[in-house]
Each structure stands twice: as C-alpha cells, then as structure tokens.
C-alpha cells in the first residue's frame, strides 16, 4: 500500500520526525525543508546505498566532493549564467506566478483560473551571492546549482591521481540550489535539495550502449530500494524539451508521487558538451556539441587513448538522481495502514532493512527495574557495536506501546529484556519482528550474530 495524499505524508513526516518546515518558528521559509532525527537517518542510508552502488561495488567510478560555492566562470560556460532558466507566467489579476510548463493549463491561472496572464519570460534560476567584504557587481559567485559541473572540471585531476581509463565514472552527492518559482509538492521541488549524480565519461560511439546500462542500473536500484516496478516508467524527453547538446533518448526515470507522474532521476546522454566547453585549446579536438569559445580554460579536458592513440573529448552519459525526491518515493512505498482484525489497526513502515533509520530498538520490561535496564543497555552496547546504524535504548516501560511506535518509524525489529531474561540460564530475550509481527526467544549470547545474519538478508 501506497500514502494517497501528500498531505498524509506530510503530517506523518512531521509528526515522526523526519521532516520539518524550514525556519518553522519564524512562519517558514518556502521551498526549505529540515530533516529531523528519523529523517537524518533515512537519508543518510539511503545516500549510503547509492554510494555503495555506484562507488564501492565498481570498479570503474571514483568519488569526489566539490565546494557548494564556485567560480563564476564555471556557470559561464556551462551555459547556466545564460540560459539556465524557466519560463515564468504571472496572473495579472491574483498575480500568482507559476512555471509555464508545470501549469494544468497554459491558458489559465493555477489558482484563480482567470486568463488575464503575462506572456511567459525567462526566470533565472541560480542564486547569486556576494563574495568577500564588499559588494560589488564584479566579487559575485554562485551556489551550484547542480553537482556535476564541479565534476566535469575535475576531470583531469581525478583521472591523472587514480590513472584511471575511458570508461569511469565520477560520482558525488550534495546540496544544490535553484530558485524555482514555484516550489511545491513538499521535497519534490524545493529551493535547496540534494544530489545524486554520477558522470561516466565513454569513448564517442559507445554512448548509446551505456547509456541502456546505466538507465536499466539505475531503475533496477531503485526497485531495490523498495520502490515497486509498477510504480516507475522511462520517459524520453521530447523533442521540445530536449536541451540543445543532448542526444535522444535522453529523459527521465519517473516514478508515481502522491501528486502524480514526475522526474525521480534524469538518465542523460550529454554527449561531449561538457568537456568539450570547459577544455582549454578547443581547436585542436573534433568537438562534436555546440560550444562557447572557451577563453579562460588552463587545462585540457581530453583523453588520449594508450592503446589506439585515439585523442578525443569524451562523451558523458550522466545519472542524475534527487536523494529528496527518492525520500517521499521510499516512504511512500512504505507506509501502510494495516488492519489487524478485532477492530485494531497500526501504522507500519515497510521499509527495506538497510534504510530504516533505527535498525533495533532494545526494550526493558520495566523502566524502573535496575536489573533490566542494565542489561538492555548492555545489548544496546553490544549491537551498536556492529556498526549496523543505530540501535535505541528505548526505556517507555510500555512494550505494546515500544512496538506500535517502532513499526510507524520502521524499525525492523524490538528486542525486548524481561524478567526472565535475568532468571534464564543461558539467559534469552524476545525479538520481535515489524512485518510479521511474530516473537521467539534468541539467547542473548547469540544475539550479535543473530542481528548481523537479520541485516545481512534483503
Ligand atoms: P525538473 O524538470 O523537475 O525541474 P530537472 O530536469 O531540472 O527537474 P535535473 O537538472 O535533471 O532536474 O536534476 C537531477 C535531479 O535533481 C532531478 O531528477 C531531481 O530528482 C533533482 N531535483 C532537481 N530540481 C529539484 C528541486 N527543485 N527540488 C528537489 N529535487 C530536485
């Protein structure tokens, strides 16, 4: 089962703290959201798992980390400072401003449905920030406005330290900022959110292979994140949409939000575009893409072939995921509201092990027992020590109560200290399980080993 309403995910999220309202206190700030504790946790993993996909598990992609502020050239010639923008319509009469090519119908406004609308005109969409003590029209920078432009113009230095050869890939996740003008659909389009991009830089004329390779790797994580296939479709960008250096079938995986259809990830064939525009000496490659004379460049963004003496500007096939969009997309999932029979219902969670945000909850009994409480804490000591993520000490003195809690936040299972536990030799625990809802006894010398062989399972 699915959340219906984005309103029912919103409440959720707030109530269970995974997600607040940015600057709350203050009436909010539109288009920022906070992560509270369960959120931090959930993000954390599910950046984790896309890391371990796409770094640790190949061998041919590296990481890197670049500045969220950069030169300003960068976005020069990248093409953003130009025409990184949307079209923007305002209504004249309720003067709502809305993306032309978002709005249920381009004749009327969204909110007031008058078609007394402006024509629609470029909306720049990077945030612009002064630098240094004095503010200037010159000592200006940007906030990235996406992460792969600091990848493509390390290209060279992360492939001269690793001695690495067409194809790899770079890979790296983080915040990015775009003033949108309409921010909406809580995380789906906010004006600071974070990226999961990876570039992999291929020979001309392999890039339509790769580009399937990548578009079936990426769907396929996805279902792995517990998203159901059902639920998610490859749209290519058509022909209007398509920017000017992509080549078809550039487009988007999509997966069915609460709102509807829209873009998870983009799976883009961006040719030698990037390359190709931040290389120094553009004259001396066959630049197939349209590029703006690159002035400024001191370093050649080529790659010369060991083996055939090929030089060439490498083609991109970029994999660009949005770790806040793939958060309402693996709650959505999740969340179901289960009939139990007799008039009893929960809320659970079902989220894939490896992204729960508490894996174990370790329960005492009785919250004032001193005996109890200390061995919990013991077993909570012990597991977290398996570096799984974390394990709660969770000391409410109400095990019904522990468990309900626990299957709303999805944590897959309790471990619960009674007054056996102290007596038994060898003593043993109950572990109880969210999906299934059944308990057995595991001695508590097992437990270590029970737990990692739990996570260890899909
Ligand atoms: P859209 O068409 O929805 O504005 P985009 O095509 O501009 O998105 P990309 O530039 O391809 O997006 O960025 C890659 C990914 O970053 C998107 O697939 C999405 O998951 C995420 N993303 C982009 N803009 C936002 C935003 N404003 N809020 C949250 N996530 C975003």
């Known amino acids: ?30 288009g920022t959201y906070d992560f509270g504790p369960l959120g931090v946790e959930l993000k954390k993993n599910l950046r984790q798992a896309w890391w371990t996909t ?59 449905g008058s078609t007394n609308l402006t024509e629609p005109r470029p909306f720049h969409l990077m945030m612009k920030i002064d630098m240094g003590p004095v503010a200037n029209d010159e000592d200006y920078a940007y906030l990235r406005a996406e992460t792969a432009q600091g990848t493509y113009i390390n290209f ?40 999961a991009e990876m570039q992999f830089f291929v020979e001309p004329g392999t890039d339509k292979e790769w580009f399937e390779t990548w578009k079936n790797i990426r769907t396929d994580w996805w279902i792995k994140q517990g ?26 995986i999509e997966y069915k939000f609460p709102h509807g259809w829209d873009e998870l990830e983009g799976i ?34 080529n790659y010369l072939d060991p083996q055939t003496g ?29 009939d139990l029979g007799d008039g009893k219902s929960r809320i659970v969670l079902k989220l894939k092990k490896h992204l729960a945000p508490i894996k174990v909850a370790v329960v005492p009994l009785a919250k004032n027992n001193p005996e109890l409480v200390a061995l919990a804490k013991d077993v909570k000591n012990r597991l977290q020590k398996l570096g799984l993520g974390r394990i709660l000490f969770e000391n409410t003195g109400n095990v019904g109560k522990a468990y309900r809690r626990h299957d709303e936040v999805g944590t897959p299972l309790c471990l619960t200290i009674d007054f056996e536990s ?33 996570f260890k399972g899909e």
């Open 54 to 112: 796409m770094v640790y598990e190949r061998d041919d992609v590296e990481g890197i980390e670049c500045t969220h502020i950069s030169n300003k050239l960068i976005w020069k010639y990248s093409g953003h400072e130009d025409s990184f923008s949307d079209p923007l319509v305002e209504c004249k009469d309720c003067h709502t401003r809305m993306r032309e090519d978002k709005m249920v119908d381009k004749t009327k406004c969204d909110k007031c």
């Open 1 to 30: 089962m699915a959340v219906k309403l984005m309103e029912t995910l919103v409440a959720f999220c707030k109530r269970r703290g995974f997600v607040f309202q940015g600057s709350d206190i203050y009436g909010g700030l539109k």
């Open 310 to 338: 090929q030089n060439y500007i490498p083609f991109v096939i970029e994999v660009a995921a949005g770790l806040n969009r793939g958060i309402i997309a693996v709650l959505n999932e999740a969340y179901a509201e289960e």
């Open 268 to 301: 883009h064939n961006r040719t030698d575009y990037d390359l190709g525009t931040h290389t120094k000496n553009q004259k001396e490659f066959d630049i197939q893409a349209t590029v703006k004379e690159n002035t400024h460049s001191n370093t050649k963004l």
């Open 227 to 252: 998203l159901s296939e059902k639920n998610l479709r490859f749209e290519p960008h058509s022909p209007d949409d398509l920017v000017f250096y992509a080549k078809p079938p550039t487009g988007d």
């Open 422 to 454: 102290l007596e038994e030799k060898p003593a043993s625990l109950t572990v109880r399980d969210r999906d299934t809802m059944k308990q057995e006894r595991i001695e508590i010398d097992q437990i270590e080993t029970y737990v990692l062989n739990y």
């Open 156 to 195: 060279r230095n992360v492939m001269d330290s690793t001695s690495r050869k067409i194809p790899f890939g770079i890979a790296q996740h983080g915040q990015s900022f775009r003033n949108e003008i309409t921010p909406r659909n809580f995380l789906f389009r906010t004006r600071e959110f974070e990226q």
